[in-house]
């Protein structure tokens, strides 16, 4: 490829081979792949609906339709079995790895960019959430160590490090700051993923604005691509992206399917300058004397305490009530302690509830005369 040429990158997420999967939106795909002349395929998970072996088969199938260009797939949470218990426990991406791709953790290697997938399922302690671990981060560091610094850096991974920018509100893994401080600091340029069932395009900075302000990481979220299964303002739609990275530029165009005209079309454009410079000497951040490495420090504390305090504080707001109850009948007379007895017997009700209808506020309101 010349270097003037763009490289091109399709971008397909959460295909859910299954009940939800759209025969003719997919057949529509298949027309229109061969002319988006990509260099490289990339399906960010959610392959199957339920992880059934016929639908990985008609996953496989439909990929093999697709242009012979390199490619790299991670799984998702729709690829490891959810009510098949045993296999979920022993062997839960058996079927993924025979089918799609034996590699969880794949690195593609192009011309001018790398790609680093991550498996983010975690079929052991989460449903549908995901989590990235310390040691795929290590492993990602390694990989992008060689790179040469003009190549673009590209990590895919189903969950999505970023909530998108909408009143849905959906949360981002756990410890995503974390990964994302990482990825920033192996220079990475884009992070695709899906999950969201409705695409976004946006930058880490939206986000967390981190340690380093100046070197966000571009985000890229593809919606469903063949399924029933978009939210949002994705409701029944389904979506993918093309991305073009040229030396100046990452250009994204998220492609929406239209019912009238059967057929995708492209919905929106999205530019990015590319990075020029590296990020300041180490010696910069830890000196002490740059502002941002301190700041960085102490949000990192600050997460980390937060995350310990929370359910602490959950468990002692949950007890509330009860406590009080029971420092006053500790501290009481014995007879005072049989009449509080009697109270909690007689008034549960003294504990407001905010999900009870008549609570607001964490006061009780006379019937009929709720929200007032
Ligand atoms: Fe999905
Ligand atoms: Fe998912």
Not at 230 to 236: A, P, S, T
Request: with cysteine; charged share 25%.
């Amino acid at each position: 490829m010349k270097p003037s040429q763009p490289l091109r990158i399709l971008h397909l997420s959460d295909l859910h081979f299954g009940p939800p999967f759209v025969p003719d939106v997919a057949a529509s795909l298949l027309e229109l792949a061969p002319g988006i002349k990509a260099d490289a395929i990339v399906v960010s998970g959610d392959f199957t609906q339920r992880a059934k072996r016929e639908q990985f088969q008609a996953a496989r199938d439909f990929l093999d339709r697709l242009p012979d260009v390199p490619r790299l797939y991670v799984p998702g949470n729709h690829d490891v079995p959810l009510y098949r218990v045993k296999e979920r426990l022993t062997n839960p991406l058996g079927l993924y790895r025979e089918f799609i791709c034996h590699d969880l953790n794949p690195v593609l290697k192009l011309d001018r960019a790398v790609l680093v997938g991550l498996d983010s399922t975690s079929p052991h302690s989460a449903i549908s959430n995901g989590r990235i671990h310390s040691w795929q981060l290590e492993a990602c560091e390694r990989s992008f160590a060689d790179v040469s610094s003009d190549a673009t850096r590209i990590v895919v991974a189903h969950h999505h490090f970023a909530p998108a920018p909408d009143y849905l509100y959906d949360r981002a893994m756990p410890q995503a700051k974390r990964a994302i401080v990482r990825f920033v600091e192996d220079q990475v340029d884009m992070i695709l993923g899906g999950h969201l069932h409705r695409a976004f395009i946006g930058n880490t900075l939206d986000f967390y604005p981190g340690v380093h302000r100046e070197r966000g990481i571009v985000i890229i979220q593809s919606g469903t691509t063949t399924s029933r299964r978009g939210r949002g303002r994705e409701r029944e739609k389904n979506t993918f992206n093309v991305i073009d990275i040229t030396e100046d530029t990452i250009s994204v165009t998220h492609y929406l399917y239209f019912d009238a005209q059967a057929s995708f079309e492209p919905a929106s454009r999205h530019r990015f300058p590319r990075r020029k410079s590296s990020l300041p000497p180490e010696s910069w951040r830890l000196s002490g004397t740059w502002s941002d490495s301190s700041e960085g420090s102490k949000n990192t504390a600050k997460t980390a305490a937060r995350r310990w305090a929370k359910p602490f504080f959950s468990l002692l707001l949950a007890l509330r009530p009860t406590t009080n109850w029971a420092a006053m009948w500790l501290s009481a007379d014995p007879a005072s302690a049989d009449r509080i007895t009697s109270e909690l017997i007689k008034k549960p009700s003294a504990v407001c509830s905010r999900k009870t209808p008549r609570c607001q506020n964490g006061k009780t309101f006379p019937e009929g005369k709720a929200g007032e």
